[in-house]
């Protein structure tokens, strides 16, 4: 039986955040910091938005399971970002496999190759754009931020060119405003590095809600 959307919701989004609340003390072993930022009370509820997000665009319990995926990775990564501008390969590289695993069964079960061809173009296509910008400004890019463009070219690629070119742009946006913000606030200077991972994983959001509207 296929549970309402509001259940869906919510059932999607208590999973992600206690499945990002347990995996907190195991992505904290490949970083060096005691910042109270990264525990389950932060991870958990930022996993469990991205799960109500997951359940609101997704329309197959394997397209679910795939974004809940990057939910509960995106709830490790944003704090993890904030606080160590890192993003640990083992958590982008096992959000990666998770998405690509749900997306091929999507498509197995919708018969829709061509549009899981899509994803993984736009994962290669938004990993090569990246990948650019960093050879050309290593110091604003890191090559975790590449490596987390290919994963979220490859969900936002699911939806299509239109959410690839929505979620790249808003992250740029995002990241605009942020540091716009900061910097009236004297938080931050003109000299100052700041951690580009979460403008990447909220402009994907956002560019994923603008198409699935």
């Known amino acids: 039986m296929t549970l309402p959307l509001p259940a869906a919701a919510v059932a999607t989004a208590l999973c992600c955040a206690l499945l990002a609340a347990l995996l907190t003390p195991w992505a904290r072993r490949f970083v060096v910091s005691e910042s109270r930022l990264l525990r389950?009370?932060?991870?958990?509820?930022?996993?469990?938005?991205g799960g109500v997000g997951a359940a609101l665009v997704t329309?197959?319990?394997a397209?679910?399971?795939?974004?809940?995926?990057?939910a509960v990775?995106?709830?490790?990564?944003?704090?993890?970002?904030?606080?160590?501008?890192?993003?640990?390969?083992?958590?982008?590289?096992s959000a990666a496999l998770g998405l690509l695993a749900g997306l091929v069964v999507a498509a197995a079960l919708g018969d829709d190759w061509s549009?899981?061809?899509t994803a993984v173009l736009g994962g290669v296509a938004l990993f090569a754009v990246?990948?650019?910008?960093?050879?050309i400004s290593p110091s604003s890019l890191g090559f975790g931020d590449v490596k987390l463009a290919g994963v979220l070219g490859l969900l936002l690629g699911w939806w299509g060119w239109q959410a690839v070119a929505y979620g790249t742009l808003a992250a740029f946006v995002v990241f605009a405003v942020g540091a716009l913000m900061l910097l009236a606030a004297r938080r931050t200077s003109l000299r100052d590095d700041l951690?580009?991972?979460?403008?990447?994983?909220?402009?994907?959001?956002?560019?994923?809600?603008?198409v699935a509207a």
């Open 115 to 117: 549009r899981l061809l």
């Open 195 to 210: 951690p580009f991972g979460p403008a990447m994983i909220l402009g994907a959001a956002l560019g994923l809600a603008a």
């Open 130 to 135: 990246y990948l650019v910008l960093a050879m």
């Open 59 to 61: 329309s197959s319990w």
């Open 40 to 49: 389950g009370w932060v991870t958990g509820p930022l996993a469990g938005l």
């Open 73 to 93: 990775a995106a709830g490790l990564l944003i704090p993890i970002d904030l606080v160590t501008y890192r993003l640990p390969d083992v958590v982008v590289g």
């Open 63 to 70: 397209e679910l399971v795939a974004v809940a995926v990057v």
